[in-house]
């Protein structure tokens, strides 16, 4: 496994979509990708160890939700 990863190998890394990805990296739950030529790239390492804390503490909620709120009827 490259140390590495694209966006695609990371979706595929954390059974995410790449939307889904995107999203928790802005919203500051998953590591920052680094920059390389232009190209975006994850860091196996900081994938694993954000899974590892992840499954220590239990689920991750966002600090925002998105969406439009839901009626508790």
Same mark, same amino acid.
């Given at each position: 496994?490259?140390?590495?990863?694209?966006?695609? !190998?990371a979706s595929e890394e954390l059974s995410m979509s790449p939307s889904k990805i995107t999203r928790l /990296?802005? $919203? @500051?739950?998953?590591? +920052?990708? /680094?920059?390389?030529? @232009?190209?975006?790239?994850?860091?196996? %390492? $900081?994938?694993? =160890?954000? /899974?590892?804390?992840? %499954?220590? %503490?239990?689920?991750? !909620?966002? +600090?925002?939700? =998105? @969406?439009?709120?839901?009626?508790?009827?």
């Open positions: 496994m490259p140390l590495l990863l694209d966006i695609n !190998q /990296v802005n $919203d @500051g739950i998953l590591p +920052k990708p /680094v920059y390389i030529g @232009g190209c975006k790239r994850f860091k196996k %390492s $900081d994938l694993d =160890r954000w /899974v590892e804390k992840l %499954s220590e %503490s239990g689920t991750e !909620q966002p +600090k925002n939700k =998105r @969406g439009r709120p839901r009626l508790g009827i």
